[in-house]
């Protein structure tokens, strides 16, 4: 069972921030927020993850909300090359990673 | 970053055969493998984890005998397709996991089955 929703595509123009929503309603205390993206034919790339703290990082910034029951994967200046399958996923660190359908960006130039 | 290698990164082979793919862990000792398999335009479904020196762990509907997995060393792990059929042909994806637990993904291996 998915633990989290998210919407199936969405379009950003090359240059802007690429805001990418999630719903995780049922997160539990000790799990965190991992946001992994799949290039075409290649495997998955690990992007940011977080528990409840905002976090940043060269590549993105991610977003949670105070009671944990979404959060929003940030791209701040999308190009052509982030156009990816991004997947937010669920889990304590110690888990298996388990892929939901993941949110498919494509970056507009 | 750890990386994660694996070969080949594309393998054609009739129906009847076996094919072996190899998972690596380069740069740090990998205590747990995952082997994930992705048919085109789906999301990555996992197939077993294995833990160094042990047997693996397959996810249901996961056919164990068809899809050997060998985890022998903390930087190696294999999974053999056996007796291949077109209906094998995926795109297949290792991750490694260290003692941080973080997993990191290989590349990927195209297997096409004839």
């Given at each position: 069972d998915a633990k989290t929703t998210q919407p199936t595509s969405m379009d950003c123009a090359e240059g802007r921030a690429a805001n990418l929503p999630c719903n995780h309603?049922?997160?539990?205390?000790?799990e965190y927020v991992y946001w992994y993206r799949q290039i075409h034919s290649q495997g998955p790339q690990y992007i940011i993850h977080g528990l409840k703290n905002n976090e940043t990082n060269e590549m993105a910034s991610l977003i949670i909300t105070e009671d944990r029951k979404s959060s929003t994967l940030i791209l701040p200046h999308a190009t052509l090359r982030d156009t990816a399958v991004y997947y937010c996923i669920v889990r304590d660190r110690d888990d298996k990673i388990i892929f939901g359908k993941g949110t498919r960006l494509h970056i507009l130039p | 970053g750890a990386v994660v290698s694996q070969h080949p990164s594309w393998v054609i082979c009739k129906s009847g055969t076996s094919v072996k793919i190899e998972c690596r862990s380069l740069d740090f000792q990998a205590t747990t493998m995952f082997w994930y398999r992705q048919f085109p335009k789906q999301s990555l479904m996992l197939m077993a984890t294995s833990n160094e020196g042990s047997k693996a762990t397959y996810e249901q509907g996961v056919e164990k005998d068809k899809f050997l997995i060998n985890h022998?060393?903390?930087t190696l792990s294999t999974l053999t397709v056996t007796?291949?059929?077109?209906?094998?042909?995926s795109f297949y994806i290792c991750s490694a996991s260290s003692l941080s637990d973080e997993q990191f993904f290989g590349p990927g291996t195209r297997l096409t089955v004839l």
């Amino acid at each position: 069972d998915a633990k989290t929703t998210q919407p199936t595509s969405m379009d950003c123009a090359e240059g802007r921030a690429a805001n990418l929503p999630c719903n995780h309603s049922t997160i539990s205390g000790n799990e965190y927020v991992y946001w992994y993206r799949q290039i075409h034919s290649q495997g998955p790339q690990y992007i940011i993850h977080g528990l409840k703290n905002n976090e940043t990082n060269e590549m993105a910034s991610l977003i949670i909300t105070e009671d944990r029951k979404s959060s929003t994967l940030i791209l701040p200046h999308a190009t052509l090359r982030d156009t990816a399958v991004y997947y937010c996923i669920v889990r304590d660190r110690d888990d298996k990673i388990i892929f939901g359908k993941g949110t498919r960006l494509h970056i507009l130039p | 970053g750890a990386v994660v290698s694996q070969h080949p990164s594309w393998v054609i082979c009739k129906s009847g055969t076996s094919v072996k793919i190899e998972c690596r862990s380069l740069d740090f000792q990998a205590t747990t493998m995952f082997w994930y398999r992705q048919f085109p335009k789906q999301s990555l479904m996992l197939m077993a984890t294995s833990n160094e020196g042990s047997k693996a762990t397959y996810e249901q509907g996961v056919e164990k005998d068809k899809f050997l997995i060998n985890h022998a060393s903390l930087t190696l792990s294999t999974l053999t397709v056996t007796s291949a059929h077109p209906e094998d042909s995926s795109f297949y994806i290792c991750s490694a996991s260290s003692l941080s637990d973080e997993q990191f993904f290989g590349p990927g291996t195209r297997l096409t089955v004839l």
